[in-house]
């Protein structure tokens, strides 16, 4: 197989769904092209890891019976100073009782991520780990070559880890939780406010702005971010890429985060994205990017319009104003200057927010959330 097999063909391959001959053909060009095969392996890794995804982890255990037993012991106590419950009425009493073991339950959940064994056995600091319990900030998690396990990410989502990974939880609460992943796979499933879920690699940090993804890191800390609901911003320093549904970033630990694609993606335009990338294509690889750019490719343009300047930028905003017209009232001086405004509003009418989730793509809730748009600076 000469050219890069197209998505269809890389998502009958993760799943197992291709004929023999078909299956030959893709391994041959995984076997010489990293891209393809770091794209392959986070979808092998998204579907194993929603497969091993659970409707719900049950706490420890469940708070109501002592809650109560201490509501009805401090009712029945007899004589002065035996028990504040007594001088108090019974309804006041049960919402101090109650407020005190959601203050108890809150911090108990902020020492850390509980976590469920999907399979095999994973060790903790380097010593067997029991196949549930709580992943403390700064200790190490590791999965075997057969192993994969989940957490619970507070009361904000869920999180797998798939086989081959290391991983710890840098901080757990307090209005951020944060996940350092040295290499392997992980999956997560985020409904809450923005920038409340961050997962640190060697070569970017993703940060969630509501949304769902699979993320892979291999032994050298490169790998590839798949978005499949909502939006991730990726940054290393200053530089800073936007991913939203259904787009591709690749990471480097040389040059931090890649320019964002979308599925299905025309292959030319994804070599002279990499060499752009890389600072080997210059000037004639944006011009491949942008002879080779469809309407659907306008989510690469949009960030390369905010990783280019002067001359270059011109030649990509006029480029994309061909392929996704700006709304009305976003000028061309607004864009060039990278308004915040005038980039969200760009932003909006190229990947509108979407409430519709495909089935396991995000925890199910009374209430499902609007998934909320990058904002440009932020």
Same mark, same amino acid.
């Given at each position: ?62 708070? $109501? ?36 073991? *959601? ?7 902020? *020492?850390? $991520? ?6 095999? #056995? ?47 939880? =840098? ?8 996940? *350092? !992943? ?27 702005? %509501?949304? +769902? ?33 259904? +787009? ?13 694609? =979308? ?5 030319? !335009? ?15 690889? !944006? ?41 009305? %009232? ?14 969200? #509003? ?5 990947? @509108? ?19 909320? @748009? ?5």
């Amino acid at each position: 197989m000469s050219t890069h097999p197209d998505e269809a063909r890389l998502n009958g391959y993760a799943d197992g769904s291709l004929d023999a001959a078909a299956r030959v053909a893709v391994e041959a060009h995984l076997a010489s092209c990293a891209a393809c095969r770091a794209e392959a392996a986070a979808l092998a890794a998204l579907l194993g890891a929603a497969r091993a995804l659970p409707r719900s982890i049950a706490p420890d255990r469940d708070l $109501w019976g002592g809650i109560e037993a201490r509501i009805t012991a401090g009712s029945q106590e007899r004589g002065a100073g035996r028990s504040v419950m007594r001088w108090l009425p019974l309804p006041l009493a049960a919402l101090l009782v109650l407020g005190l073991g *959601m203050i108890w339950w809150t911090a108990r959940r902020s *020492m850390g $991520w509980e976590y469920s064994v999907a399979r095999g #056995r994973v060790t903790v600091d380097g010593a067997p780990a029991p196949s549930s319990g709580r992943l403390r900030p700064g200790r190490w998690i590791e999965t075997g070559a057969g192993d994969s396990v989940r957490f619970r990410v507070g009361d904000i989502g869920m999180v797998a880890l798939s086989p081959g990974s290391r991983a710890r939880v =840098v901080s757990a609460g307090g209005g951020e939780h944060r996940l *350092m !992943l040295a290499r392997g796979a992980v999956y997560a499933e985020i409904t809450a406010a923005p920038r409340r879920f961050v997962v640190e690699t060697p070569a970017a940090v993703a940060t969630d702005l %509501g949304c +769902a993804y699979a993320l892979t890191v291999d032994s050298l800390g490169a790998g590839l971010l798949h978005v499949t609901a909502g939006w991730v911003e990726l940054a290393r320093d200053s530089d800073l890429v936007t991913v939203p549904y259904d +787009a591709y970033a690749p990471i480097d630990p040389r040059r931090g985060p890649g320019t964002p694609y =979308v599925a299905g993606a025309p292959p030319v !335009l994804r070599d002279a994205l990499a060499a752009f990338d890389a600072g080997t294509g210059g000037e004639a690889a !944006l011009g491949e990017v942008l002879a080779a750019a469809r309407p659907e490719d306008a989510v690469s343009l949009m960030n390369l319009l905010t990783r280019t300047a002067g001359a270059t930028r011109v030649a990509v905003y006029e480029r994309l104003v061909v392929l996704a017209p700006p709304p009305a %009232g976003v000028e061309r001086a607004a864009a060039l200057a990278l308004d915040t405004r005038a980039v969200n #509003r760009w932003w909006d009418a190229i990947r @509108p927010p979407r409430l519709e989730r495909d089935a396991g793509a995000l925890i199910k809730k009374k209430k499902r959330m609007r998934l909320i @748009p990058p904002r440009a600076g932020s």
